[in-house]
């Protein structure tokens, strides 16, 4: 047989596939990342986010001449680099015919604290007087400020109970001003017996065994959502063989949860030496901390942190690898996590096997969560006796709960597990706000689902909730007053949920879609919605799916039977 393709033609398959790379590209992307060549390491997929954050914050946007040029730098293709990038949230990816973002990017939060507290008005004004050329300005996702609402962001400045005027002073002046935040010190926290666990547990003087029993006795529980006892979770990873990685979820991410936020803010170095314990107990070859973006203060003041420990000699450079999320509610699920860890996009696994048999790159891993950790070092120096003996109504330990909506007083609040609403109501948050009256609230965030005021006398805690329907999850306490409306409320929180599906699933990506639509309708159609609800929660891959139809069926359940739900809902 003859060779019949022609020169030409074999020149041009032997080449560089795709759009050629510009030189200068390249040379500029090394200029911001350093020079891929002395330094393999730069290379690895799981730098990638990081990658794309820096060309982000350095351009304002995602040019596709850059990604070319950064496939290139790591050796990747670029159907991996786009589909990453255009994942999350928080990079802003522009093809060549199209012209990139304004320089300035204005947030307001669109979640349920802030929505009741008049987040509508406040983007409705904003939008209509910003210059389209110079600030756009968008609805986000909860910013983890909800006892502060309603929030905005001005670039990386969050601007709390904004009002229109605050936020276009903010725009017309440039005072960017970064958050202060003043936490307690490296010296500071070791003068008061900081990190004398960790010391303990590295010369030996405190074992593994010891530990569990400690955590088991306090019954300190995963207080990320899952509720998973801690002891179990180390002595599962640490059965299995190394090398063993350890991570924490600093991705919270629920509307009304803001508790590690705060912790992290007040005390990240007692939320370091747990953390350390942790990854100590498993003997974790490194320890990863993925924090969501939407906390770049706490970004600095980890970093800050995490260079007192090295320069201390309490950890090895580069033992604690500080990473940051960019705009997914999903990555909170731990798997999602991990894959968004390794450069990809953050979309659950399918388990078994679970993270703890094969999670970080490829190894057994543990995670835990911010407050979970944070409590390891002040139960050890306080005893498991003191915070086990915590709890109301046959509860035990501590919770913070996370409080927002219509309260006197909204905030963190650290209360007895297993305190009642009302209880927690009348005795932290100086009850309802002037004029309100309580008509229900979300015992769990968003996913959580939605309670009457009838039921405020409910132990708030692991295993409380869940003959009603409910569950307490990272115990985001949402109230909602006479004067809400229930169908917006319903309507908001399954518009979240349909925004921040991964969309791996069908169940999850169409049933939240067509869910919202149902719920947008004049009258609900119940028999409907509640088999879309079923389908949702038993075929979904993960949590979300599974629980984001929660506040509509727990609003048929509790607030009105069928007929007076469609009668309700007519109404308006």
């Known amino acids: 047989m003859h060779d019949t393709t022609s020169p030409q033609r074999a020149r041009r398959r032997g080449g560089a596939r795709g759009r050629e790379l510009a030189p200068l590209a390249l040379s500029g992307l090394r200029a911001l990342l350093g020079d891929e060549r002395a330094d393999p390491a730069l290379r690895r997929r799981d730098r990638l986010i990081e990658h794309l954050h820096v ?23 670029m159907a991996a680099i786009y589909e990453t990038a255009t994942f999350y949230a928080h990079f802003d990816v522009v093809h060549d015919d199209q012209a990139p973002p304004p320089a300035l990017t204005v947030r307001v939060c669109d979640s349920l604290s802030c929505r009741l507290a008049g987040a509508e008005a406040l983007h409705e004004r904003l939008a209509s007087g910003a210059d389209p050329e110079a600030v756009r300005v968008l609805r986000a996702p909860c910013m983890g400020r909800c006892d502060s609402a309603p929030v905005a962001q001005v670039g990386h400045l969050h601007v709390r109970y904004a009002t229109a005027e605050g936020v276009e002073a903010v725009v017309d002046t440039g005072h960017f001003h970064p958050e202060a935040i003043l936490w307690q010190r490296l010296a500071d926290y070791r003068a008061a017996g900081g990190y004398r666990l960790l010391a303990a547990c590295q010369a030996g003087e405190v074992d593994f065994a010891a530990l569990c029993e400690a955590f088991e006795h306090a019954g300190l529980r995963g207080l990320g959502g899952a509720g998973f006892p801690i002891f179990r979770k180390w002595q599962a990873v640490r059965a299995e063989p190394g090398p063993r990685y350890a991570v ?14 705060h912790y ?94 094969r999670g970080l790159f490829g190894r057994p891993t543990l995670v835990n969560n911010v407050e979970t950790v944070y409590w390891v070092p002040r139960i050890w120096e306080q005893g498991a006796d003191w915070f086990a003996a915590q709890g109301r109504h046959g509860r035990q330990g501590l919770r913070s709960f996370s409080v927002s909506g219509r309260v006197a007083r909204p905030g963190v609040h650290l209360a007895p597990a297993g305190i009642t609403l009302a209880e927690l109501l009348e005795e932290y948050c100086g009850g309802m706000a002037e004029g309100h009256r309580l ?24 295993d409380t909730l869940q003959e009603h329907g409910c569950f307490i999850g990272s115990a985001a306490i949402i109230v909602l007053s006479d004067q809400d409306d229930l169908k917006a409320v319903a309507t908001n929180l399954l518009g979240f949920f349909a925004d921040e599906s991964c969309g791996q699933c069908t169940p999850c990506r169409v049933g939240t879609e067509k869910m919202l639509t149902l719920l947008e309708r004049d009258e609900w159609d119940v028999e409907q919605l509640e088999r879309l609800a079923r389908v949702m929660a038993d075929a979904s891959i993960c949590g979300l799916g599974q629980a984001a139809h929660n506040p509509v069926t727990s609003l048929l359940r509790d607030f009105c039977g069928e007929l007076e739900a469609r009668q309700l809902i007519a109404k308006g």
């Open 55 to 77: 060309l982000q914050d350095a351009h304002g946007h995602l040019a596709m001449a850059e990604l070319r040029a950064l496939a290139s730098y790591m050796a990747l293709p």
């Open 248 to 261: 924490i979820n600093a991705d919270e991410g629920e509307p009304g949860t803001f508790k590690d936020r």
């Open 264 to 357: 992290l803010e007040h005390e990240p170095h007692r939320f370091l030496e747990g953390a350390l314990v942790g990854a100590w107990a498993v003997e974790a070859e490194a320890l990863y901390i993925y924090l969501r973006d939407e906390y770049p203060g706490l970004h600095r003041v980890l970093t800050e942190a995490i260079a007192e420990l090295e320069a201390g000699g309490l950890v090895l450079p580069d033992y604690i690898v500080l990473r940051r999320g960019a705009g997914a509610y999903i990555c909170g699920e731990e798997s999602a996590l991990i894959e968004s860890l390794e450069g990809k996009p953050g979309k659950p696994r399918h388990r078994p096997p679970f993270v703890a048999q």
């Open 439 to 462: 008509a229900g609230y979300l015992p769990g965030g968003a996913s959580g689902g939605i309670l009457p005021a009838s039921k405020a006398d409910i132990p708030l805690d692991f």
